[in-house]
């Protein structure tokens, strides 16, 4: 997202293009050699490249919300994992637990409606618009109504949820991180992690203990199998379904944030945040839009991840793993980058679910992929894939 | 006025008789494995509403979350030290238990786990026992099970690498099941992975005829969804008495339909002991008017039979002090518990007569049904023959 506008004499560097091509080509080799020693079929090889695709698809959504936050505050939002953590527990409820009593309509109607005004005012530009202020009443009634009377398909149950943890992503920095502007960034830091825990142990108390069915009603989740050169490819629908969402959401993503005018401002703080704030830009408000935009898509990630694995583990550990790889990913990508963490996130879900189906015996390490990939990218490529240079920040 | 002063001090020498006896409690009571810890606490609390007074003086717990982590339990054990309990009951699992045993042998603190099997918790030292068969055993007979019953030939099995009842238990299956003349591949996963994709795919390749899962709810609630979906959709898969955790088929629904566990034997499979199935039995009952909220399985029975076996020590040893209670230990002989008759003379901890069920899942496919735990008839191993 934070592109420089300074243009710099373009200088062709072949080297990551060598690399890169001699990464391919050594991949394929093991593929070829792989398949002709005749204990693997290319079904086998073709259905870890869809595991890796649907993995990578996910954490390349819970990554952009990382990347999105430190573009613009330079800020490693650690709680991000447990916003993660929260849209999938909010969508859990809305789906399994509605028609909802009147009291309990109203109050998740509030926070949604809230959700749903500041989605508008992405679009309007500001919340006094009238647009904006008829969608929030109606909003409200319409969504108290249907969440009193009917119980929710999974689709509307990740929209809301999706807005619910929108304003607890706003909530979040207008709590714990606003208060700290201007204060050191190891403060914040710091501050991060403790939001990190609280939001854990919050879960614990507010929605359970136990490992939490994930199952709504819808033919997404069923097992496909298609033929492939004489084998079979095991997967599930699910396979289609992520990408799918995951494209559409940068895509609208990317829209926002290169044709809006609170895009533009988004793209003026990044850059620079006094200078912005004496054009005549709400600071406050921007990066309010940006922790409500990272914790929408961390929501929408949080409802295909228990879609996908059928079942969450408790929320005190649900964030954690996910949120630390897909932090990886964003820094491995390049971090304030939208492209860099889409990439990285893809990257990482290949090096977990493809790479160990090259080589065998390497399955007990591949959660550690991520961090070892983190630790060779800083040491050669600090920046990230395709990050921007650092140095010009300082 | 004499006789005032008299008469207080004698009532404040029958208050300090009175002193309670402080029994520490370390168990999993929040966290991954809070569905184990539960119903063992729940296990103690109704065994101590039974019997709930030794040589004159009541009996408290002291209870302790070791949120399911090694170092919680480190944490609750040195708590325990300061307190200066006679005797700590607990943990849940081994992961927990082998570090807070090193504790606890060092401080001379006497411990009693329930549930702990993996050989290693006991061999710390002499203070540490526990009511349990072990994995030596239980990894033999799911061995034994899979290849002469269920006539597995080829066994993938799902290890959890960073716990030390999932590490171990899988190792003694593995001795075990290649000792019979079966083969083995063993595939690792971490706590807390919820995507098996490339461990399935590591097995594709092997072709089993079944699966061993000698781990924990929350990894496999994740893990069996992915198996049948992966292809393997008819293979027994058979797990140790970790899955005797209602998260599994809760968590993981329809495909837990048919899976089958070893576990801790519920009343009715202590058959093997009549005296013993009856003082279950009726602990049962006292336990559902005790705890009507309670859950009550093969880890409640565990969880009193810890308390119990502690108390009765302190009871032959006429004293609280740890080396003479670790002493009554030591020398207990065919307690009448309600697991079975429990005699640590001569062990290294691990009572004999130990009995371990058979069970199956049974889950509906409509989600509105709820689940059963069946008993398999007539399968039931005893610790020790």
Request: net charge negative; with cysteine; glycine share 10%.
């Amino acid at each position: 997202m934070v592109r420089s506008q300074v243009v710099k004499p373009r200088r062709v560097n072949v080297t990551p293009w060598v690399i890169l091509f001699g990464v391919v080509a050594l991949i394929a080799a093991r593929v070829v050699y792989l398949l002709s020693t005749g204990t693997y079929e290319l079904a086998f090889f073709a259905g870890a490249l869809l595991s890796a695709l649907q993995l990578g698809s996910l954490y390349a959504l819970i990554a952009l919300g990382y990347t999105l936050v430190y573009g613009i505050i330079r800020l490693i939002n650690f709680a991000h994992g447990e916003v993660f953590m929260v849209g999938a527990f909010a969508s859990y409820f809305l789906f399994a637990n509605t028609p909802y009593a009147l009291p309990w309509a109203v109050f998740t109607a509030g926070i949604a409606s809230a959700g749903l005004m500041y989605a508008l005012n992405l679009w309007r530009g500001k919340l006094s618009d009238p647009v904006v202020l008829v969608g929030g009443v109606v909003g409200f009634a319409g969504i108290t109504y249907a969440l009193s009377v009917a119980s929710l398909g999974w689709i509307w149950a990740m929209v809301l949820s999706m807005l619910v943890t929108g304003v607890v992503g706003i909530l979040l920095d207008r709590i714990a991180y606003r208060p700290l502007r201007g204060a050191p960034r190891i403060s914040l830091l710091i501050t991060a992690i403790a939001m990190s825990f609280f939001m854990q142990n919050a879960g614990l108390l507010l929605f359970t203990r136990n490992q939490t069915p994930f199952r709504p009603e819808t033919s997404w989740t069923q097992f496909l199998q298609f033929p492939l050169a004489g084998s079979t490819v095991y997967t599930s629908r699910m396979v289609v379904l992520i990408p799918l969402v995951t494209l559409l959401l940068v895509t609208i993503l990317t829209l926002f944030v290169s044709r809006t005018r609170l895009g533009k401002a988004m793209r003026a703080t990044a850059q620079d945040p006094e200078v912005a704030q004496m054009m005549g830009v709400n600071v406050d408000r921007v990066i309010a839009t940006t922790f409500f935009l990272g914790s929408v898509l961390a929501a929408a990630a949080g409802v295909l991840w228990g879609l996908n694995f059928g079942s969450l583990t408790q929320p005190a550990v649900f964030g954690l793993l996910p949120g630390l790889k897909a932090f990886a990913a964003a820094v491995i990508g390049g971090i304030g980058s939208l492209p860099g963490a889409v990439i990285g996130g893809l990257l990482l879900g290949f090096l977990e679910n493809f790479v160990p189906a090259l080589f065998s015996g390497v399955t007990e390490y591949k959660d550690t992929f991520a961090f070892f990939l983190l630790i060779i990218i800083l040491l050669i490529r600090p920046s990230g894939i395709i990050g921007e240079d650092l140095s010009e920040k300082v | 006025m004499k006789r005032t002063v008299g008469l207080a001090l004698f009532a404040l020498g029958a208050a300090f008789a009175q002193e309670p006896v402080v029994v520490g409690v370390n168990l999993e009571l929040s966290g991954r494995l809070v569905s184990l810890g539960t119903p063992e606490l729940e296990g103690m609390e109704a065994a101590r509403a039974q019997l709930g007074e030794v040589l004159g003086r009541p009996i408290e717990f002291s209870v302790c979350d070791n949120a399911s982590t090694p170092e919680g339990s480190v944490a609750c054990a040195n708590r325990f030290i300061d307190e200066g309990v006679v005797g700590v009951l607990g943990t849940g699992g081994s992961t927990q238990a082998i570090p807070a045993a090193e504790v606890l042998q060092e401080a001379g603190v006497i411990m009693i786990t329930p549930s702990s099997t993996n050989p290693a918790t006991t061999q710390v030292g002499d203070y540490i026992f526990r009511v349990a068969y072990n994995d030596e055993f239980q990894g033999e007979i799911a061995a034994d099970y899979l290849y002469n019953d269920a006539e597995a030939r080829r066994v993938a099995v799902f290890r959890q690498q960073d716990d030390d009842y999932s590490f171990g238990l899988a190792g003694f299956f593995e001795e075990a099941f290649v000792a019979l003349g079966g083969e083995v591949v063993v595939v690792d996963y971490t706590g807390g992975t919820v995507d098996f994709a490339a461990q399935v795919n590591d097995v594709r390749a092997f072709n089993p005829d079944a699966f061993y899962t000698p781990g924990f709810c929350p990894e496999l609630a994740a893990l069996l969804p992915q198996l049948r979906q992966q292809g393997f959709a008819d293979q027994l898969i058979m797990g140790g008495d970790g899955s005797d955790d209602a998260q599994c088929p809760d968590g993981g629904g329809e495909v837990f339909n048919g899976y089958r566990f070893t576990a801790f034997a519920e009343p009715e499979q202590l058959a093997a002991d009549p005296e013993a199935a009856e003082r279950a039995e009726a602990f049962r009952t006292f336990f559902e008017e005790n705890q009507p909220d309670g859950t009550f399985n093969g880890f409640t029975l565990s969880g009193a039979d810890a308390y119990n076996v502690l108390v009765a020590a302190i009871e032959a040893a006429g004293s609280v002090e740890p080396a003479e209670v670790q002493a009554a230990l030591a020398e207990l002989t065919d307690y009448p518990g309600v697991t079975g008759a429990i005699t640590f003379a001569g062990t290294d901890g691990t009572p004999a007569n130990r009995i371990m069920g058979f069970f199956e899942y049974q889950v509906p496919a409509e989600t509105e049904a709820g689940w059963a735990k069946a008993q398999l008839e007539g399968l039931t191993r005893t610790f020790g023959e």
